[in-house]
């Protein structure tokens, strides 16, 4: 069990490019978690798959992410247009089997800063 | 909508004294809840959980916590704190139980925790 990776560690764009982020998941877990933190405040809900499917996105995700999970393994989540207030830290998390009381394993996030 | 209020940003203890770290949580039906703490450039690490049954749930590292549902509570304690719990702390709550879609969860402001020596 090498647990949750996500790739890259830290990026740096200018307004306006696209980025792409990788969560890898600990193997065999088939729900993958995307959460967003800001400085000073817990991680919020962007959206999640269970196996390839995305079961749900927050209103927080405008139109301008995307995430996929194409074969119910590793995860990407792209930001387009990038705008400052992006400017956070991009959490991927997993788990095993269904149910809300479930743990969840977190990556080491990805820092996004948006000049 | 659940939502968890963690009361106290930051928290300080000397080592070796009480550290409480308190959480309340509203939500239309009984909760899953969590606690985790994040260390600097890491990612969250789940620290306990209470799901059903004893409502004193022990953790790692010598933590426990204590769900009270007359005073919506889960409320985090150690009866002496190390160094090495220095440290930023979420309390969690999870979304509704029984639906096939549940298992996001949502997170409260969390609080940093100072060891004094």
């Known amino acids: 069990d090498t647990g949750v990776s996500q790739d890259p560690r830290h990026k740096i764009t200018k307004r306006g490019q696209n980025v792409t982020f990788r969560c890898d998941p600990i193997?065999?877990?088939?729900?993958l978690y995307w959460y967003r933190q800001t400085l000073g405040q817990g991680p919020e809900f962007l959206t999640y798959?269970?196996?390839?499917?995305?079961?749900?996105k927050s209103r927080l995700l405008s139109d301008r992410f995307s995430a996929e999970r194409p074969k119910g393994s590793f995860s990407t989540l792209e930001i387009q247009r990038t705008e400052q207030g992006d400017s956070a830290m991009y959490l991927c998390?997993?788990?095993?089997?269904?149910?809300?009381?479930?743990?969840?394993?977190f990556g080491p996030g990805t820092r996004l800063t948006v000049t | 909508a659940q939502s968890v209020t963690q009361l106290g940003s930051h928290v300080s203890v000397s080592e070796g004294a009480l550290v409480l770290l308190r959480c309340n949580y509203s939500?239309?039906?009984?909760?899953?809840l969590f606690w985790y703490v994040q260390y600097p450039n890491q990612g969250l690490q789940l620290l306990l959980k209470?799901?059903?049954?004893?409502?004193l749930v022990k953790g790692i590292n010598g933590f426990e916590a204590e769900f009270k549902k007359s005073e919506t509570s889960f409320h985090l304690t150690k009866p002496s704190a190390h160094m090495s719990d220095a440290a930023e702390y979420f309390c969690?709550?999870?979304?509704?139980?029984?639906?096939?879609?549940?298992?996001?969860?949502?997170f409260g402001d969390g609080t940093t925790l100072t060891v004094k020596p």
């Open positions: 998390a997993s788990s095993s089997g269904q149910g809300a009381y479930r743990e969840q394993y």
């Open positions: 193997s065999e877990h088939n729900r």
């Open positions: 798959f269970q196996n390839e499917a995305q079961l749900e």
């Open positions: 939500s239309s039906v009984p909760p899953y």
């Open positions: 209470y799901t059903t049954g004893a409502t």
């Open positions: 969690a709550v999870s979304d509704l139980r029984g639906s096939t879609n549940a298992g996001k969860s949502t």
